[in-house]
């Protein structure tokens, strides 16, 4: 499975370990030794992923009164892409080693010059990640000291690679041989996946996977709103796959070739204040991910100074991602840039007549743009956590509740005991039609306990011989602390529903 290095993120290894072991997340075509950028998820991996997307439908779409709901189709006509501008910018600037045969992103490889003592002895080159300032400044030292430098090493300042000039290529290592001379120039590379629709192979019938759900939302403007009866503001969500021919798909399910996209697109005044409507996104989105079990204090937020000729502004939520702070979630104010760019392609008026303001214009757009797997991710690196427990080291995932895979286990204590199978099927049975609970009769019962701490199950339930000879109560372990306590069924059954809804 793609992973990280394991000598630099035991963090991240250990979590691809535990993804793997416990059903989480599979390298896709495992069989045929894998296929870079794509992955599979496993029983448990599904359950998270549902359970992702479907609280944040719940809150985003059914909770709000402002937003409704679309699923638009994958493959679109290729005249979106070009009013979009997918077409003809949609791309990442490419290098390549000419030695090691190694493709990179330009603005993801970054170098600096070494200069001791105002001589300038050389080029670091290093590619993004969590640590590369420190990588930077180790590789810069051990030059210096290879080469028998005296005197003081200047800061180190990273710039990506698209910043070098022409008479710096030559200059600079390849990541891959740390030798100069071998990179080549940048060059953009389009990110879409192409594709053919119909019987003919020309390019008539070139059609393309979408790169994001925003222009399928946009393509559906006109319809929601002829019959929708929304009026202004209003948003209109979407879950739903997406596609970039990434050049270096890496770390984990972080950047991956096919991903899933949550998005809103919400449609406000032109008149009205932006600003305060784009800040109170941010914060609603912020909230909703410590809702769902982000510890807030590993979140953090960029705001973008280079902006996109039509956005007003960005600002991106961050997580602490085992390889550095990262984007998590991204909230763009994008003025009406993509309504006018399809309603000039298209011929089609996309102007809203506002009841309140009494005129017609064309909306402008504040977008909270989310992906499924990257959420996943850091809700992965969040729950995962090693103690003890009497003394045996234990891997527990600490999921929040409702977006762990399975809400209970139903454990009878005996698998050979006929009436502890029974009642303990009979509770099975009436939590099934509530949660998704998982049933366990293999293994002593501390192995079954520290089986259902590794998939992030909240609580277990064991039916004992105490169940059925005395008082019919059975005992309720909670995952997090390992208390257990005896409850009756009625209490179980309260418990559950005041924790799990």
């Known amino acids: ?33 894998g296929y870079n950028g794509f992955f599979d998820f496993g029983p448990l991996g599904v359950e998270l992923k549902k359970n992702i997307k479907d609280a944040w439908w719940k809150d ?23 009013a979009s501008g997918h077409v003809g910018g949609f791309s990442d600037p490419m290098v390549d080693c000419k030695v090691s045969k190694m493709r990179y992103r330009a603005d993801q490889l970054f170098f600096a010059p070494v200069i001791v003592d105002g001589e300038k002895i ?11 300032q420190a990588d930077a400044e180790a590789a810069a030292e051990k030059m210096k000291r290879k080469g028998g430098h005296q005197g003081e090493l200047a800061p180190i300042e990273l710039k990506d690679y698209t910043e070098a ?59 929601v709103v002829d019959t929708g009866r929304v009026k202004i503001p209003f948003g209109i969500a979407q879950i739903g796959k997406a596609f970039r021919n990434e050049i270096t798909p890496k770390n984990f399910i972080f950047r991956s070739r096919e991903f899933e996209q949550m998005e809103i697109e919400y449609f406000i005044s032109p008149d009205c204040d932006w600003s305060e409507i784009h800040q109170e996104w941010i914060k609603y989105c912020h909230d909703w991910l410590i809702s769902i079990g982000l510890p807030e204090e590993m979140l953090g937020r960029d705001v973008h100074e280079k902006l996109a000729h039509y956005a007003k502004a960005c600002t991106d939520i961050t ?24 309603a000039e392609h298209s011929g089609k008026p996309m102007e809203i007549f506002d009841e309140a303001a009494k005129k017609k214009y064309i909306p402008h757009v504040i977008e909270p743009s989310l992906g499924v797997d990257r959420l996943l991710l850091a809700l992965l690196t969040a729950a995962y956590t090693e103690d003890e427990v009497g003394g045996e080291k234990r891997t527990v995932m600490k999921f929040h509740p409702r977006i762990a895979p ?18 303990a099927r009979a509770i099975y049975d009436k939590l099934a039609k509530r949660y998704n609970v998982f049933w366990d009769t293999a293994g002593a019962i501390g192995k079954r306990y520290r089986r259902q701490d590794e998939a992030g199950t909240p609580y277990c339930v064991t039916i004992d011989f105490e169940t059925i000879e005395t008082d019919g109560s059975v005992t309720l372990r909670d995952r997090d602390t390992t208390e257990q306590k005896r409850v009756s069924e009625e209490e179980l059954y309260k418990f559950l529903d005041e924790q799990l809804f």
């Not at 992973?3 to 495992?30: H, W, Y």
């Not at 985003?60 to 189709?73: F, K």
């Open 319 to 342: 997580f602490q991602f085992p390889f550095g702070e990262q984007e998590l979630w991204g909230i763009a104010a994008r003025g009406d840039f993509d309504l006018t760019q399809h």
């Open 122 to 132: 050389g080029y670091v080159s290093i590619l993004e990640d969590g640590n590369m």
């Open 165 to 223: 000039d022409e008479s710096e290529w030559a200059l600079i290592p390849s990541p891959a041989t740390g030798e100069p001379g071998s990179l080549t120039a940048p060059r953009e590379f389009n990110l879409m996946f192409e594709t053919k629709v119909g019987a003919l192979s020309d390019s008539s019938a070139t059609a393309y996977l979408r790169p994001e759900t925003a222009q399928g939302i946009f393509a559906n403007y006109k319809n």
């Open 1 to 33: 499975m793609a992973k990280s290095k394991a000598s630099t993120n035991p963090l991240m290894d250990a979590i691809v370990a535990v993804c793997k072991r416990r059903g989480f997340i599979f390298q896709s075509s495992e069989i045929y030794g």
């Open 406 to 423: 399975y809400k209970v286990a139903v454990l009878p204590l005996l698998k050979n005991k006929p009436e502890l199978v029974e009642r």
């Open 60 to 82: 985003m779409v059914h909770r709000r009164e402002d937003i409704e709901g679309l699923d638009s189709s994958i493959i679109m006509s290729p005249k979106i892409w070009v």
